[in-house]
């Protein structure tokens, strides 16, 4: 099976490149990434060809979906915060972004297009856990942006018959996250805090919950999704219901790292969610024999991967 991954040089492009570069079932790995918010480092080594360039070059896709059997399409410009600085920059990479790639899977004859979509499309509605059918009510142009692009895989799999696989993600943390930039998620930033002495900076009161998801989970999912050809024109949250508030995370973080870390009280940011958690019920349906890492567990590799002690 030959398989493109936009946004491969990422965060979770890259974790998704080497699970799939050991499966025998995967023939080629084709990866398009620009190199805005991802790193050459993050595949170096793997049998992949890569293809340098923005998801808006239609020649590149063209190139890029040549042959191919499917597309995960990660290639975005993260972050809320981010995108209330840059709203119109954000629209471009996410939403624009994804209706070239379906535009791009149309010519190559009806390429499987999975794509990330985000938990934070539920945005205000206050319902817990999150499940598939709220009413969206985004709270910020990266929001918007993302319900946007799915919206666009459900009016083309309507459309043009294109087979579709939208997942809404939340709070992805792991192994390559970046936290080196003013928009770092909350995971790497409070690791690299700690790492390096700094108190953790903690947006309000800390009392915000999250359903945080390993991205070895989400590579099981996508790389499954991608060889079993799974179609869905409704959006399935990629998480399993976790609720861990900001506050117990520090706790978590303390005892993995073996001492108290001090914190540093921020306003809130513009366009956070209070409270994020999953409905995993759509997602067991269709993936029943992936599960989740233990909260632990995920913060115990991703701590060793950032002292460069492996994954």
Known sequence: ????????????????????????????IRVVDDLSTGSRENISGLPVRFLEGSVLDP???????????????????????????????????????????????RRAGGTQTIAASSSSVYGANPHLPKHEELRPRPMSPYAVGKLAAESYLAAYHHCYGLPVLPFRFFNVYGPLQSAGHAYAAVVPAWIAAAITGRPLAVHGDGSQTRDFTYVGTVCQVLAQAALRGVTSAEPVNLAHGGRTPL???????????????????????????????ADGTRLRALFPDVGPVPLREGLERTVRWFLGDGR
Do not use: W
């Open 1 to 28: 099976m030959k398989i493109t991954v936009t946004g491969g040089a990422g965060f979770i492009g890259g974790n998704l490149v080497r699970h799939l570069s050991g499966m025998a079932t995967v023939s080629e």
């Open 247 to 277: 506050t117990e995370l520090i706790t978590e973080l303390e005892s993995v790292m073996g001492t108290a870390l001090p914190r540093e009280h921020h306003p809130v940011r513009p366009g956070d969610v209070p409270h994020s958690q």
């Open 59 to 105: 020649g590149l896709l063209d190139t890029a979906l040549d042959g191919v059997d499917s597309v995960v399409h990660l290639a975005a410009l993260p972050s809320v915060s981010r995108s209330v600085t840059d709203p119109v920059a954000s629209h471009h990479a996410n939403a624009t972004g994804t209706l070239a790639v379906l535009e791009a899977a």
